[in-house]
């Protein structure tokens, strides 16, 4: 089975914090995804990343980096954190090819910004 | 640019058929997904409609229309466990996902 794990379950900062999610796939699965989603907006995508060190913004990227050193790890990065990037944020990874369309999700990291 | 519409909202009863609408416009488009999320749950993928036409897999079928730019995800024999949110993407440029708003799917006894 296809593993997909984030850092944290839970997570609670001030404002200005800076924040890292961390997220980690376990299938050598080429493609991974950070998506945050919010009640009535479905999920929206922020970063992706189609090998090492390689990153493509989504529909979302403003107030956000991603940085991807090892084929299984994909981090996302708030730089200073804000009230309105209080979410629940989702990893996802996916095999190359055609088959991006099967997405496997991590459990998501609730983030509250206070 | 990429939308997608769906109802926010589904209540059904045990035993009984249910289809979930969702329409898309897009700038690219190479196939219409489905996924599930049970409240506290990751999303899991139902199926996926690169063909105009029906694809069934077990209790749920999945059906894809391209040129009305509409699909529907259709639930068979409703148990309580369905109860979920179900969301429909496009595989659209660059081969990226972009989701619906999500179906909130209420299944009562």
């Known amino acids: 089975d296809v593993k997909v794990t984030q850092s944290s379950r839970y997570l609670v900062k001030r404002t200005g914090e800076k924040v890292f999610l961390e997220c980690v796939q376990d299938m050598d699965h080429e493609n991974m995804f950070w998506y945050r989603q919010d009640p009535g907006l479905g999920l929206r995508l922020i970063y992706f990343?189609?090998?090492?060190?390689?990153?493509e913004k989504g529909d979302i990227p403003e107030g956000y980096s991603v940085s991807r050193e090892k084929k299984e790890r994909f981090s996302l990065i708030l730089e200073s954190a804000s009230t309105n990037q209080t979410s629940m944020y989702l990893c996802a990874s996916s095999s190359s090819g055609g088959a991006t369309y099967e997405q496997y999700f991590g459990p998501g990291t609730r983030l509250t910004v206070t | 640019g990429q939308s997608l519409e769906q109802p926010s909202e589904v209540t059904a009863v045990e035993g009984a058929i249910v289809q979930i609408n969702c329409t898309y416009q897009t700038s690219g488009f190479y196939g219409l997904s489905w996924y599930q999320q049970h409240d506290g749950g990751a999303p899991t993928f139902l199926s996926y409609n690169a063909l105009d036409g029906l694809e069934e897999t077990g209790r749920f079928s999945s059906f894809l229309s391209r040129s009305d730019s509409y699909g529907y995800l259709l639930l068979q024999e409703l148990q309580m466990k369905d109860s979920a949110s179900y969301f429909c993407a496009v595989s659209g440029a660059g081969n990226m996902l972009t989701f619906g708003g999500g179906t909130r799917l209420m299944v009562k006894p």
């Open positions: 990343s189609y090998d090492v060190k390689m990153k």
